[in-house]
């Protein structure tokens, strides 16, 4: 629905199904949105997979038929974009020196009971927690040292479209892409953070749009929440490590640190 009433109209959309309960083309409810998108005349895909292959994996699966586009935004099924969400955007992301901009993404985060709701976002100024972040070091006796911050939350303070490191919830220009690694797990780690490398490896800037809302309807449970802390610690350093082998030695070359 949070499509269904963009004030900018032209767009596609491409459903990825990995593996639901309850596939998309029998789900009543999607069927109905999706009907109605249709008759408003966007072009409407679904793919569906196999297995719960995450957004990284996806996207490089189809990366050949998004590169036909001239943007690609990327969203969960609970994300919900304010209306002037991606007109917001595409004003930014039309500079020709920027490859991607990312929206605010304010969170709700929902409970195990059904309770309401508990709105979260940080309202102090705090450059630590502010973005993501890269951190490229080497110790006293020389080892390798690659830290990432995963936390994406937006101040208040910001009014006007700044210059980031990376983002995430990305609206990025796919012709940049040559390639997408089809080995992260669906956690989330290291997905947005690598297509933000890529867009800069391309020689691109990425932008943070402040006015451009995407609410983040989080819930507690579903998806990677069902799996185990221990299963859990185990994608997340096989990922750490699989990028860490990408990505370390451009990091470091280009001043990373």
Same mark, same amino acid.
């Given at each position: 629905m949070g499509l269904f009433k963009q004030t900018y109209k032209d767009w596609d959309?491409?459903?990825? @199904? %990995?593996?639901?309960?309850? $596939?998309?083309q029998t789900n009543p409810l999607i069927t109905k949105i999706v009907g109605r998108i249709s008759r408003e005349g966007h072009n409407v895909k679904i793919k569906r997979f196999d297995k719960n292959i995450g957004i990284a994996t996806a996207r490089a699966c189809i990366l050949d038929e998004l590169k036909k586009y001239k943007y690609v935004?990327?969203?969960? @099924? %609970?994300?919900?974009?304010? $209306?002037?969400?991606?007109?917001?955007?595409?004003?930014?992301i039309s500079n020709e020196n920027i490859g991607a901009v990312t929206p605010a993404t304010p969170f709700f985060f929902g409970d195990d009971e059904g309770n309401d709701p508990i709105y979260f976002i940080h309202k102090k100024y705090d450059p630590n927690r502010m973005f993501n972040a890269i951190r490229v070091s080497k110790g006293e006796n020389g080892e390798k040292r690659l830290t990432l911050s995963r936390q994406v939350d937006y101040i208040y303070d910001i009014k006007k479209p700044i210059k980031i490191e990376h983002g995430s919830q990305l609206m990025y220009k796919p012709e940049l892409i040559d390639e997408l690694p089809k080995h992260y797990s669906n956690l989330g780690f290291t997905e947005e953070t690598d297509l933000s490398l890529r867009i800069a490896k391309a020689g691109k800037e990425i932008?943070?749009?402040p006015t451009a809302i995407n609410w983040h309807l989080q819930s507690s449970q579903g998806g990677t929440r069902s799996i185990s802390l221990e299963e859990r610690r185990r994608k997340a350093e096989k990922?750490?490590?699989?990028?860490?082998?990408?990505?370390?030695?451009?990091?470091?070359?280009n001043g990373y640190r």
């Open positions: 959309l491409m459903i990825i @199904d %990995d593996c639901s309960d309850v $596939p998309v935004v990327d969203l969960n @099924d %609970d994300h919900f974009l304010e $209306p002037d969400c991606l007109e917001r955007l595409r004003e930014v932008w943070f749009v990922d750490f490590d699989k990028f860490h082998k990408t990505w370390w030695d451009w990091l470091w070359e």
